[in-house]
């Protein structure tokens, strides 16, 4: 899958700090350097559930944890597939792990970089020195005359790590056979290796708060931007003002910087019946904090009215998005103010049709809205800092690796969201399962229609419907 620009990939490294940095210049007068993230280059923090995560991967491939303790980490969600995220670390690119949806497992896809990070003790390739300018300087594979070792532990298909006799990593890539087999080969390709722009890793310990004090103009600026717009489009529609809030980070950061221009206004929460229990604890916990008034959607009881029609929802077919957010919310609004003007969470690298989206609209289905996006321009890692400052109480779902919050069983899920709720959610999921099961014996559909996501896609449909938060 090729990568997409969505905006300007702004991420940057202090190595004074050893923080990530937004800007040229850290807080600390530092210069800073370019992290060579993949398009779209939307970085966030790594939590210690998803250090957790790389780690048991790491240490079940390589024999070792890749993350040492005290350090940043950032995750960039990657085009793939299905998923596969970036490891950053000290300013330079660790590698990626990615999910393998058949199999239910995760693999790591290491850079040379990572090396020296962590001293791998399995699948290690060890190669003459003098195969070092071929192999490191001209991106060629490892052939069978130039391997001097090869860890016993490697099999076709593995990621391994490619070094020479004098301890240098020159590269890593995909093994072409297991070490039985390239023992007793006369030549031929051992190893496939990748070629990846190469980046610094400079380690050093910090905490977010350093991250906060690193960024602090940065992100200073960023909230005056975003307080500008909210007066200006206030004062082009004086109708009632709303802020959408879904439970998740991006409409809480906008709450917080529209609340800072005009004080407490409703939040509108679009409730569909098939949100997370964190995210209902959430809603109550900002509601408390902030004493603002929270204007609930009805739960939509034509959610299996549809389904029983047109079976589930699916990437390509949303109409869960009409039907238990977009109408109830149009029908709230009319009930209550007449129309309403709604600061909405959207941000451009989320994706292309919000890349592409004005920063003011109207969605056709709902007339009676007016929407705006304050946070248009912001990154994740803009996001989270703002919300690591303000000590804003977030959904804690984030802690436990969902990037996004939504509706539990959301088609535009990929896979490996899909089988963390499964297992992690189970209660929730059976309940969602039971009505696919159903649709799949009414309709004679295959044996694996559930189990491959193949419920996720619709065959012979085109998704015209613009999601709106």
């Not at 980490?73 to 596969?84: E, I, Q, T």
């Not at 929802?313 to 007449?338: D, F, H, M, Q, Y």
Request: glycine share 6%; charged share 25%.
């Amino acid at each position: 899958m090729h990568p997409s620009y969505l905006g300007k990939i702004l991420l940057r490294w202090c190595d004074q700090c050893h923080t990530p940095v937004l800007d040229k210049t850290c807080t600390c007068g530092a210069p800073t350097r370019e992290v060579p993230l993949t398009p779209p280059g939307d970085a966030r923090p790594a939590f210690p559930a998803d250090i957790s995560l790389i780690n048991n991967i790491f240490s079940e491939h390589f024999g070792a944890p890749l993350v040492p303790e005290g350090h940043l980490v950032l995750l960039n969600k990657v085009p793939d597939n299905d998923r596969m995220e970036e490891i950053i670390i000290g300013g330079g690119i660790a590698g990626s792990i990615r999910y393998i949806p058949k199999e239910r497992r995760w693999e790591p896809i290491p850079r040379p970089e990572a090396y020296d990070l962590f001293k791998p003790t399995k699948r290690v390739i060890v190669v003459d020195d003098s195969a070092t300018p071929f192999i490191r300087d001209q991106g060629m594979s490892v052939l069978r005359p130039g391997l001097v070792s090869i860890d016993n532990a490697v099999h076709a298909g593995d990621e391994v790590f490619v070094v020479t006799e004098s301890g240098e990593c020159i590269a890593a890539g995909r093994a072409k056979v297991g070490a039985e087999e390239a023992r007793t080969m006369q030549k031929g390709q051992i190893v496939r290796n990748r070629r990846n722009v190469r980046s610094q890793i400079i380690l050093g310990r910090a905490t977010w708060q350093d991250a906060i004090r690193a960024n602090s103009d940065v992100i200073t600026k960023v909230e005056e931007e975003s307080m500008q717009f909210v007066k200006d489009v206030v004062a082009a529609y004086p109708i009632q003002p709303t802020v959408s809030y879904s439970g998740g980070k991006d409409s809480l950061v906008t709450m917080l910087v529209v609340r800072k221009v005009l004080g407490n206004i409703p939040l509108l929460f679009a409730d569909t019946g098939f949100e997370f229990p964190e995210t209902y604890k959430n809603v109550e916990d900002v509601q408390q904090k902030y004493g603002v008034e929270v204007v609930r959607t009805n739960t939509s009881t034509k959610f299996y009215e549809t389904f029983s029609r047109q079976g589930p929802p699916a990437v390509n077919a949303r109409w869960c998005c009409s039907v238990c957010k977009l109408l109830p919310v149009a029908e709230t609004i009319r009930s209550k103010w007449g129309e309403c003007l709604s600061f909405i969470g959207q941000r451009r690298y989320e994706s292309l049709s919000r890349a592409e989206s004005d920063r003011v609209w109207r969605n056709p289905t709902v007339k009676v809205q007016v929407s705006a996006a304050p946070i248009q321009d912001w990154t994740a890692l803009h996001v989270w800092l703002y919300l690591f400052r303000e000590e804003a109480p977030y959904n804690k779902l984030y802690e436990c690796r969902l990037d996004r919050i939504g509706c539990f069983m959301c088609p535009s899920s990929d896979m490996a969201l899909i089988h963390f709720i499964e297992a992690d959610f189970a209660e929730l999921w059976s309940g969602w399962q039971k009505q696919l099961v159903a649709w799949q014996k009414a309709n004679g559909l295959p044996d694996d229609w559930i189990t491959s996501g193949a419920w996720r896609l619709k065959e012979g449909v085109h998704d015209k419907e613009r999601h709106n938060h």
